[in-house]
């Protein structure tokens, strides 16, 4: 799960590799060429300096056709010019970590003989709205160089990107083989595009929407796939919140034969998915819709054949969807609980009592998401059935600070304890205690993720009134696996100089209304080698803790500090010593004109190509 | 929590302070951080003034709190679960279809029966008095709005307060009155179990 950037839809850290450090590459570049004596790790035994192009055939033929991870790949291109250039003309998968890193054009010349193309756009707190509209991440230069580079690109795929129907339009027209589209968390496009996408791209075996906002144009997109038999192999849509035309969708089930993964809207009633679920059998994902009736339909005996509908679906081995549940309806789908390893309840308002006869048949249970309506209660059953868990995520009903949440630190214990191979948790709550956290941390070593979000700013221990400064601190001297950690609470400086001391392969790290002073940010800075993303929000860090990350920089993919102690006359000090740094630093409130002390957004990170030329007015690159 | 809590705002804040804005709180020099504080709602004898609030936090923030953007973090596609995620089905006798409704929208039992005088156009609130009934005009039948609970057992609409009902009602029938005179309207024992 996750390791296929196209198949991370429910988990969405896929990150594996540092990115290329620019400055080595350059050294890759003054490298003398070929038939480098230092390549003595070629199986030439001789001592005759081979001519390049038998070094060259060596080199692909021995080496690079068994690297695909792109770190692998990247250590290879430094070797010496001669593999440098054998490795561009190999990759065939190319990760773009930030689009603003490097030029489509210098990615385009340099990688020669693409087909898959991976592109991240705008950083995770545009989620939340703390980037203003129209910051930037367009696709549009990227289709447009590759349109003209790569005619046999087959694979886009795109997270925090903005996309034009023009875009996909464009897209659809240049690439003859393109296979597969999958666009997360991206906007800008509407049902026209998707509408082109579908009736162009002849070949396409791919077409997911995760978590992006698509425009309702009023164009009937389903109907727009070609008449005959299609390759669809996955067809998510569960986030495009626009009518489809059913009897188009029946029609496409029925002639993709080799559908495999169907995620569904709300606006497909459970009478409508029985249909679909009786045409496509072979279903091994599917995404449910509303799993609720529409309006004017009788009911009658729809509920039997909807059990009979899953229990004919014998592969169904992910389950999602429930976007407006009929409670009552819940029961259709225990014939395939036994099956499921991903199961995602996370827009299901359901009680522990309607979750556990559900629970405690998912033995295979390996990712689970779920909203907090089911309790401490619903978790316990959780913890009790499903040993096989890796990834938990408990999302609130209710995002609201100050109220009585309905899960807590006993759930959450109680997870670890019955979920030991737990590697990825997302936890939010309203109170938790140190004990608890440290409970986990002991319980689950495998922790790779761990993200705790107590949604009360500045809570401390619910029972001991403490920060939860050693809650943390257990987790990163504990969980010796931990690459991804989000903290919250009431936290000092002395939680940083835990995550600095023990968190050596902490590659994520997000903050939140946490620590005292520039101390906190600093040992963070100074003690995690591997830190390549750090997001900070509302928290007092200023200009000398942004000193103490020079020596680091070039190594991160960004940095995020929104809301901190930040003086502009900082930020350009930065900007100074780092050439390769982009600084940018961006108003919140486009309305606002005059500046305060403090800057409002300082988002920085790398680049080969200097400053992007598409800034909008609220945005300054010192 | 004290009544005289229950009509301020947290802490005894003003609202100016509360209120929502859409860029981040305190513009200008001041940080929104440093007007945040650590909650003391769930800590019992804190929510008697806001001085005690100052007392119980270990550091020191003032008590002012006001809405934060993009906080929690949660997508703005998971944001609105709370709306329109009560939804039931509604069944007429002698009617073949059934409806399904959002209980979520009404906020008492008198909404409940406008939502089904929309629902169903063929029926008009009856106005008798402490009764809750739905007529068809046209030919004079009578249908009293019924529900199932958690425990799988028939109720008359109206006998729990509204919070309750929609807590346990698992789907609602119209059932017509003739045949509505086996429902007990109310037996205490039946109140406590469905709470």
Request: proline share 5%.
């Amino acid at each position: 799960m996750g390791e296929d950037p196209s198949s991370s839809q429910m988990s969405e850290d896929d990150d594996r590799s540092p990115p290329l450090d620019p400055i080595s590459s350059n050294k890759a570049r003054n490298c003398s060429g070929s038939g480098c004596p230092s390549s003595s790790s070629s199986s030439s035994t001789d001592y005759i300096i081979p001519y390049p192009d038998q070094v060259l055939e060596n080199v692909l033929e021995n080496v690079l056709c068994f690297l695909t991870a792109r770190q692998d790949r990247n250590a290879a291109s430094l070797v010496c010019k001669s593999w440098y250039r054998a490795e561009a003309l190999t990759r065939s998968e190319l990760f773009i970590g930030n689009c603003y890193a490097v030029s489509p054009r210098r990615a385009t010349d340099r990688f020669s003989r693409v087909r898959a193309v991976s592109i991240k756009g705008k950083p995770r707190f545009a989620d939340f709205n703390l980037m203003p509209a129209h910051w930037g991440a367009h696709f549009g230069p990227w289709v447009s160089a590759m349109a003209k580079a790569y005619p046999w690109l087959e694979k886009v795929y795109l997270k925090r990107m903005s996309v034009t129907d023009d875009d996909l339009a464009l897209l659809a027209e240049s690439f003859p083989g393109f296979k597969e589209l999958v666009l997360v968390c991206c906007d800008g496009f509407g049902t026209s595009g998707l509408a082109v996408v579908a009736s162009k791209c002849r070949q396409l075996r791919v077409l997911d929407l995760i978590e992006s906002e698509v425009i309702d144009d009023d164009v009937d997109w389903i109907c727009c796939f070609p008449e005959s038999q299609t390759c669809l192999e996955s067809l998510m849509f569960d986030c495009v919140e626009c009518h489809v035309n059913f009897e188009a969708l029946e029609r496409l089930v029925i002639r993709s034969p080799s559908l495999k993964k169907l995620r569904l809207n709300r606006y497909v009633s459970i009478g409508q998915l029985h249909h679909l679920m009786v045409r496509a059998p072979q279903l091994t994902h599917l995404g449910t819709g509303s799993f609720s009736s529409s309006e004017g339909n009788a009911q009658g005996d729809q509920e039997l054949d909807c059990v009979s509908a899953f229990a004919a679906c014998k592969s169904i081995v992910c389950l999602s969807g429930f976007k407006e549940i009929f409670v009552d309806q819940l029961p259709a789908i225990y014939p395939v609980c036994a099956n499921l390893t991903n199961l995602n309840f996370s827009y299901a308002n359901i009680s522990a009592e309607q979750l556990k006869p559900v629970i405690r048949n998912c033995h295979k249970l390996q990712t689970f998401w779920v909203l907090d309506s089911v309790c401490d209660e619903g978790l316990k059953a959780v913890a009790a059935t499903c040993k096989e868990l890796r990834e938990l995520r408990v999302f609130p009903v209710d995002p609201r600070e100050d109220i009585e949440g309905p899960v807590s630190e006993i759930g959450f214990q109680a997870i670890s304890e019955g979920c030991r191979k737990l590697q990825s948790i997302l936890y939010f709550c309203q109170r938790m205690t140190n004990e608890a956290v440290k409970a986990m941390s002991r319980n689950c070593p495998d922790l790779v993720v761990f993200r705790l979000c107590i949604m009360g700013r500045h809570r401390p221990d619910h029972v001991t009134g403490e920060s939860m400064d050693e809650g943390f601190g257990a987790i990163v001297m504990n969980c010796k696996k931990l690459t991804r950690l989000a903290v919250s609470g009431l936290l000092t400086d002395q939680a940083f100089s835990y995550i600095g001391q023990y968190g050596k392969l902490v590659r994520t790290l997000s903050v939140a209304f946490a620590g005292d002073s520039d101390m906190a940010l600093q040992y963070v800075l100074e003690g995690c080698p591997k830190l390549q993303k750090l997001e900070i929000r509302d928290s007092p860090f200023g200009d000398s803790a942004l000193r103490s990350g020079l020596h680091h920089y070039y190594n991160m993919r960004f940095l995020w500090m929104s809301s901190c102690l930040l003086t502009r006359q900082g930020c350009r000090d930065i900007a100074r010593a780092l050439p390769r740094l982009v600084v940018e630093v961006i108003k919140s409130d486009q309305q606002q004109v005059e500046t305060g002390e403090y800057v409002d957004i300082l988002y920085m990170y790398r680049s080969l190509d200097g400053q992007r030329d598409d800034i909008p007015k609220f945005v300054d690159i010192l | 929590m004290s009544p005289e809590n229950e009509q301020q705002s947290p802490a005894g804040l003003n609202y100016d302070e509360t209120k929502l804005t859409l860029g981040l709180p305190g513009s200008g020099s001041k940080r929104g951080f440093s007007e945040t504080t650590v909650v003391g709602l769930n800590l019992g004898s804190s929510c008697s003034s806001s001085t005690t609030v100052d007392d119980e936090v270990k550091t020191h923030r003032p008590p002012a709190k006001a809405q934060v953007v993009g906080w929690p973090p949660v997508r703005g596609s998971r944001r609105n679960l709370m709306t329109s995620c009560k939804y039931v089905k509604v069944a007429v006798d002698g009617a073949p279809y059934l409806r399904k409704m959002d209980l979520e929208t009404c906020k008492s039992y008198q909404q409940l029966l406008g939502a089904l005088e929309d629902l169903f156009s063929f029926l008009t609130i009856r106005n008798d008095t402490n009764e809750r009934k739905l007529m068809d005009l046209a030919n004079g039948v009578e249908y009293v709005p019924t529900y199932e609970d958690r425990d799988g057992d028939w109720m008359l609409v109206g006998d729990v307060p509204w919070n309750m009902f929609v807590e346990s009602c698992k789907r609602l029938r119209l059932m017509k009155s003739s045949e509505a005179i086996g429902l007990a309207p109310r037996t205490p024992s039946k109140c406590t179990s469905s709470s």
